[in-house]
């Protein structure tokens, strides 16, 4: 590598890292918030066979999943304007990261759902639970629990889409590294920098769920340790 | 205290219960028993409104309702007075062994945890599982999660309490822990309806037995009389298996 790449890269680290942290990741763990609320509203409407609401959550999945998704951001950001919405880029793109990924969670909680054992709910009813306090108390943490690999494939894979936000203008870490490109010419390298940034961030993400995954199971803390304890002696 | 009047219903052209009356009286253990197949589970998903009937009358001592068109707050009000042990257990996973004991009790009872709590520990120790307390179900033996499931029930303290094969899911060799529970809530004087294969059970605690068949309840009558000396043919066969 000669020294103006060197150099390049080195001064660039920190102008990527940056709006990263500051824009891609918030835009990243927002547009998630949003379409994991969504995403379980859908999946419970769908479950819990409410006229009307079910069918309207089966043609939103429909529609989300079927249509690409910058699509559905330009059409949030360049089209809503055209019947009077403005809406700014940064939030625009949560929105439509946001209903976008509820499509797919919902599908994920919804499989989750259904993979619970009747018998689960069937028991809350007869200690006198109703089907809405039954689901909240006892159906839906375990779906979470069934969920939440799916939903942390989400995550990572929103993670990555958040680089489209760069298209309706957003400054986020995608935005940046094109406009160093366009200033210096040197796509390959910054772009492999960039791309190693997302992986760190991924890879972070990637740790962050084996973590929350060796927690989220219901052992009480004496079999855990336990566990711990014979996988430390295996290792010697 | 709790009877049932012409409980009808069918699985699409199946009809499994074709007119059954049972009556349960304070303090009575009865064991139902008859062969695999004819409606046993049916019958109490029936009474607790599990599935819905088709056609039968419940009452309450004098609270009567139509069990086929059972309204929601009828349906909640009646399930107050009962509690159903399951085959398969069905506690919930997400919860320790505690704190199943206590869910019916602070969330639909609306009681304070201390109470709860102290209510929740009796229980426990009534069928020796307090040592397990802070356990979560995945962790338990199935004659551990079938006596936790009975605790669950007998918490909330209801006037009868429905079994539907409390130890068919379970090792020959757990059966004995969870049968000394029940016949310790037997000589309580638990009220208890006891669907079982047991006979030696049903004979020793029941006070009645209620043998049903293709449906109908066959015969009925106090337990040792049942067992030991049918009076119908079918009832003869099925016991002599
Ligand atoms: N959900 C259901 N759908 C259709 N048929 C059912 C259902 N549940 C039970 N049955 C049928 O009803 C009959 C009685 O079942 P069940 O009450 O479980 O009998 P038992 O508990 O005495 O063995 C069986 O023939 C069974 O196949
Ligand atoms: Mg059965």
Same mark, same amino acid.
């Given at each position: 590598?000669?020294?103006?790449?060197?150099?390049?890269?080195?001064? !660039?680290?920190?102008?990527?890292?940056?709006?990263?942290?500051?824009?891609?990741?918030?835009?990243?763990?927002?547009?998630?918030?949003? !379409?994991? /609320?969504?995403?379980?509203?859908?999946?419970?409407?769908?479950?819990?066979?409410?006229?009307?609401?079910?069918?309207? !959550?089966?043609? @939103?999945?429909?529609?989300?999943?079927?249509?690409?998704?910058?699509?559905?951001?330009?059409?949030?950001?360049?089209?809503?304007?055209?019947?009077?919405?403005?809406?700014?880029?940064?939030?625009?793109?949560?929105?439509?990261?946001?209903?976008?990924?509820?499509?797919?969670?919902?599908?994920?909680?919804?499989?989750?759902?259904?993979?619970?054992?009747?018998?689960?709910?069937?028991?809350?009813?007869?200690?006198?639970?109703?089907?809405?306090?039954?689901?909240?108390?006892?159906?839906?943490?375990?779906?979470?629990?069934?969920?939440?690999?799916?939903?942390?494939?989400?995550?990572?894979?929103?993670?990555?889409?958040?680089?489209?936000?760069?298209?309706?203008?957003?400054?986020?870490?995608?935005?940046?590294?094109?406009?160093?490109?366009?200033?210096? @010419?040197?796509?390959?390298?910054? @772009?492999?920098?960039?791309?190693?940034? @997302?992986?760190?961030?991924?890879?972070?993400?990637?740790?962050?769920?084996?973590?929350?995954?060796?927690?989220? /199971?219901?052992?009480?803390?004496?079999?855990?340790?336990?566990?711990?304890?014979?996988?430390?002696?295996?290792?010697? | 205290?709790?009877?049932?009047?012409?409980?009808?219903?069918? &699985?699409?052209?199946?009809?499994? %219960?074709?007119?059954?009356?049972?009556?349960?009286?304070?303090?009575?253990?009865?064991?139902?028993?008859?062969?695999?197949?004819?409606?046993?589970?049916? %019958?109490?998903?029936?009474?607790?409104?599990?599935?819905?009937?088709?056609?039968?009358?419940?009452?309450?001592?004098?609270?009567?309702?139509?069990?086929?068109?059972?309204?929601?707050?009828?349906?909640?009000? %009646?399930?107050?007075?009962?509690?159903?042990?399951?085959?398969?257990?069905?506690?919930?996973?997400?919860?320790?062994?505690?704190?199943?004991?206590?869910?019916?009790?602070?969330?639909?009872?609306?009681?304070?945890?201390?109470?709860?709590?102290?209510?929740?520990?009796?229980?426990?120790?009534?069928?020796?599982?307090?040592?397990?307390?802070?356990?979560?179900?995945?962790?338990?033996?199935?004659?551990?999660?079938?006596?936790?499931?009975? =605790?669950?029930?007998?918490?909330?303290?209801?006037?009868?309490?429905?079994?539907?094969?409390?130890?068919? =899911?379970?090792?020959?060799?757990?059966?004995?822990?969870?049968?000394?529970?029940?016949?310790?809530?037997?000589?309580?004087?638990?009220?208890?309806?006891?669907?079982?294969?047991?006979?030696?059970?049903?004979?020793? *605690?029941?006070?009645? *037995?209620?043998?049903?068949?293709?449906? &109908?309840?066959?015969?009925?009558?106090? =337990?040792?009389?049942?067992?030991?000396?049918?009076?119908?043919?079918?009832?003869?066969?099925?016991?002599?298996?």
């Amino acid at each position: 590598m000669s020294d103006r790449v060197f150099e390049i890269v080195t001064s !660039s680290f920190m102008k990527l890292l940056i709006p990263g942290i500051t824009v891609t990741i918030p835009l990243t763990i927002l547009s998630f918030l949003l !379409s994991l /609320v969504l995403g379980l509203l859908l999946a419970v409407s769908q479950t819990a066979n409410i006229k009307g609401l079910k069918q309207f !959550s089966v043609f @939103y999945i429909w529609i989300f999943r079927g249509t690409p998704l910058i699509v559905q951001l330009f059409i949030i950001f360049h089209g809503l304007p055209t019947i009077g919405i403005y809406i700014e880029a940064f939030w625009a793109a949560i929105i439509a990261f946001g209903l976008n990924l509820a499509a797919y969670n919902a599908e994920a909680i919804r499989a989750a759902i259904l993979a619970i054992p009747e018998g689960q709910l069937e028991a809350a009813y007869m200690i006198g639970l109703s089907y809405p306090i039954a689901m909240i108390r006892i159906v839906l943490p375990q779906a979470f629990q069934i969920a939440f690999p799916s939903l942390f494939n989400n995550l990572i894979s929103l993670l990555k889409d958040t680089s489209l936000a760069s298209s309706i203008t957003v400054v986020e870490m995608f935005a940046v590294v094109q406009q160093i490109t366009g200033r210096t @010419y040197e796509y390959f390298a910054l @772009y492999l920098e960039v791309a190693f940034i @997302y992986l760190i961030f991924s890879t972070l993400l990637t740790f962050l769920q084996s973590y929350l995954e060796k927690k989220f /199971v219901w052992k009480s803390d004496a079999t855990k340790e336990e566990k711990r304890g014979r996988r430390r002696a295996m290792l010697g | 205290m709790l009877e049932i009047i012409g409980l009808k219903k069918s &699985y699409g052209d199946n009809e499994i %219960l074709k007119g059954i009356d049972f009556k349960v009286d304070k303090g009575e253990v009865i064991a139902v028993i008859g062969p695999s197949g004819s409606g046993k589970t049916t %019958l109490l998903r029936c009474i607790s409104f599990l599935s819905n009937s088709d056609e039968g009358i419940m009452r309450l001592d004098d609270y009567e309702c139509d069990m086929k068109s059972a309204t929601k707050s009828e349906v909640s009000h %009646l399930r107050e007075n009962m509690g159903f042990v399951f085959q398969s257990f069905n506690l919930f996973r997400n919860m320790t062994v505690i704190k199943n004991v206590m869910e019916g009790l602070i969330t639909a009872r609306k009681m304070d945890k201390k109470e709860a709590k102290e209510i929740a520990l009796e229980m426990l120790e009534k069928v020796g599982m307090l040592e397990k307390k802070d356990s979560y179900p995945d962790e338990l033996s199935g004659g551990q999660s079938q006596r936790v499931a009975i =605790a669950r029930a007998v918490a909330l303290n209801p006037r009868v309490i429905l079994f539907d094969e409390p130890t068919s =899911a379970l090792d020959p060799e757990l059966t004995g822990e969870v049968l000394d529970v029940m016949k310790k809530l037997a000589d309580e004087g638990t009220t208890m309806v006891v669907v079982t294969h047991e006979m030696g059970f049903a004979r020793d *605690v029941a006070s009645r *037995v209620v043998f049903m068949a293709d449906g &109908y309840i066959v015969e009925e009558g106090p =337990a040792k009389e049942v067992i030991d000396n049918p009076r119908e043919e079918r009832t003869r066969q099925f016991l002599s298996r």
